[in-house]
């Protein structure tokens, strides 16, 4: 009995030690706290954002899904509607090293500037690190945390999951919806969607 | 902004042209005219360069299946992609649902009666895809159906028969379905021993794409658990997709009707 026991304590901490590694960002729990460095060396740390929305959007600019937002215009057009409203953007660009969508900081804010961009700030993410922490698929791929903390949206940008800039007019926009409804005190009504887009490239 | 664009349109324009897209689709026939009172079964045949894929109508985790516009005579009517099985693309975390090398989508076309079996009717197409290997590339086709080179049906022929071998068929077995809280657990009975199973999702958010299939055997057949997917937050009535034992062995499956919290277990329809 007592052998038992320790046992079942024995494989309790062992799944306590397991958890993080499979602790991905679910809607309705708290969005798992981070710390990151943007592209003008500012750290950034998740929980310092207490009693304001955040959202985590996941980049490539070498992506075809990544490009119908910016090409249109779209992404900026959120990320200026949404921080001037005070919510912080938080852009994550988690490719590795040599392959699609690395960058560095100075080729980073350059190409901010060149497509007027605006988020508050581009955490890079070269390890894959926070981009494993969310279990980010994709990009365009987007998380919506509220000022309690808890993740109140996971997925995709809208509901047209195509690279073509003319199925942006009449999409339904689930960033939109979902900070509308959140931020007018409403349950977010579409909280999950497929996360449509090029695989995020994780080093190997 | 417009000039940004209008630039970087025209570079993805160039990155659509068959040739450099690393997929090349033609649309073909399985013979001249349909058989009386029969469809007329057409195919978009895709060969993909060497680590290139395309997507199943349920892509996974990233990508997107093709989508096809036809154009077709008055009267004439096209009927959905019967879509082959599927290979589990696996990019680190990230895990797909798509075909590598070549793949025939084979689509019938009804038609009037007279018409349709008198002469080959005009089909043509509007074909969007994605192709992607490490990096993803749009690709459009315009396809028109034409007579084979040399009049030689035999080749296309061909090509449709092996397509048929990997078209799923409904499971001839028994189905339940449970749910714990982080598990859909299949029980299939009456189904041939094998050392292993793939289940492919139809629906996209029901499943964790990229977590382990448990498959365990049992003395009727087969377990398999599978893991929820974290963008599953409502419970699900319906559980659909294949199961695939091997090559040419792949099967509808569906469960309906059971519950988030487990207990309740109904038998599936195909």
Redesign the interface.
Known sequence: MKKQLLHSIVFIMAMMIALPAVW?????EAAPDFTATDSNGNVHKLSEYRGKFVVLEWTNR????T?KHY???NMQRLQKEWTAKGVIWLTVASSAPG??GYVTAAEENAYLK???AAPTAVLLDPTGALG?LY?A??TPHIFIINPQGTLIY??AIDDR?????SDINGAKNYVTAALNEATSGKPVSV????????????P? | ?LS??LL??AA?AGAQSPENSHAKVELIAEQSKAPPGKPLWVGLLFRLDPGWHIYWQNPG????PP?VQWQLPAGFSAGAIRWPQPIRLV????V?YGYEGRVLLMVPIKGPLALHSTRMPSVSADV?Y?V?R?????GKAHVTLAAPPGGDWGPWRALFAQARQQLPRPAPWSVTAEASKSQFILTVRGAPQVPSVMFFPLE??QIDNASRQEFEPTRSGFRLRLKKS????KPITSLRGLIVLGPGRAFEVGADGFTINGTAVHRAGN
């Open positions: 991905a960002a679910k809607v309705g070498g992506c075809p899904y490009q090409d249109s215009g392959k699609q060149q497509v007027n494993h279990d698929k994709t996971n997925g999951p195509t690279t073509d800039v909280a999950t969607s497929r996360p449509y887009g090029c695989s995020v490239k994780y190997n | 902004m940004t664009c970087l349109c993805h985790d990233s990508g997107e989508e990019t680190g975390t990230v797909d969007k994605i992607c490490e990096i993803c590339i749009p996209p958010n974290d963008l599953l937050v």
